[in-house]
């Protein structure tokens, strides 16, 4: 990063993926297999460290857990967990309450990212992105990722929606590129018979990057009700009146999460596509 005096400071960042065991739609998600192109299955929490992994520059890569099942599979493969309490009600509070560990053990950062352990497509170069992004626009607290939905992707949450399942998560910004807000519907609304639709919409990729000020304040602050509602996390702090920057993504991939087990199979074939094995 570039200070106001031209000279070349270094941000200190560290990548934190938050898993949990208990999820409602999916049990057990993180630990689910998911088969690559050599035709090896390895759990959904390997593929995500992997991605996290392949990020340069990072401090280091945690994942953050209060389940033994999950931590026991994260250290079989050489990764290193941080544990973290049951109460935590979602991956923010859960990166909040790692971060804040891994501080009194000398590893203080500047700014947190939080890969989502059911986003194993997470492009690496995004997370530079994000970093550089939150660091130049001080207003901001928290960055996060979304790019323009290809056509496959666009499909596949249209299945969803039309399947009564919940899928990804749409986003819609200003002009300053601030998020105005989050759903797990398609927003905005795209009238029938409009040419392209799926140009319109913005898929939100599951990756943040906050300062651990801001990750302090979120968790001293009250759930919201549109938080409650839509099962989004991050609309805590546009609730609060913390701007979020939303940072444009060019992957060439669909960059679907495991949300459902529906979701494998289309995941399968991307890592097969990109011949990740």
Not at 142 to 151: E, R
């Amino acid at each position: 990063m570039t200070s106001a005096g031209g000279a070349e400071r270094a941000v200190r960042f560290g990548i934190i993926i938050p898993a949990r065991y208990a999820s409602q739609r999916f049990p057990g998600k993180p630990l689910a297999p998911l088969i690559g192109a050599s035709g090896r299955a390895k759990p959904l929490i390997a593929r995500a460290w992997q991605a996290a992994s392949a990020v340069p520059g990072a401090s280091g890569v945690w994942v953050a857990t209060d389940d033994a099942r999950i931590a026991d599979v994260v250290t079989g493969f050489g990764g290193d967990v941080v544990p973290t309490s049951a109460a935590c009600r979602n991956g923010t509070e859960r990166c909040a309450e790692a971060a804040e560990w891994l501080a009194e053990r000398g590893h203080a950062l500047d700014i947190v990212v939080n890969v989502q352990g059911d986003a194993p497509l997470t492009p690496a170069d995004a997370v530079a992105d994000l970093v550089h992004a939150l660091d130049a626009d001080p207003a901001c607290g928290m960055a996060t990722a979304a790019l323009t939905c290809s056509p496959g992707t666009y499909a596949h949450l249209r299945s969803d929606a039309e399947a009564g399942r919940v899928g990804g998560t749409s986003v819609v910004a200003n002009a300053a590129g601030h998020a105005l807000y989050f759903s797990k519907r398609l927003i905005p609304f795209v009238p029938a018979g409009e040419a392209e639709p799926h140009r319109h919409i913005r898929l939100h990729l599951g990756l943040y990057a906050y300062r651990r000020a801001a990750l302090a304040a979120y968790v001293a602050t009250p759930q919201s009700a549109l938080e409650r509602l839509e099962g989004l996390e991050q609309l805590r702090f546009l609730d609060a009146g913390v701007p979020v920057r939303v940072v444009g993504c060019a992957a060439t991939w669909d960059c679907i999460e495991l949300n459902n087990p529906e979701d494998t199979p289309a995941i399968e074939a991307v890592l097969r596509a990109r011949g990740i094995e």
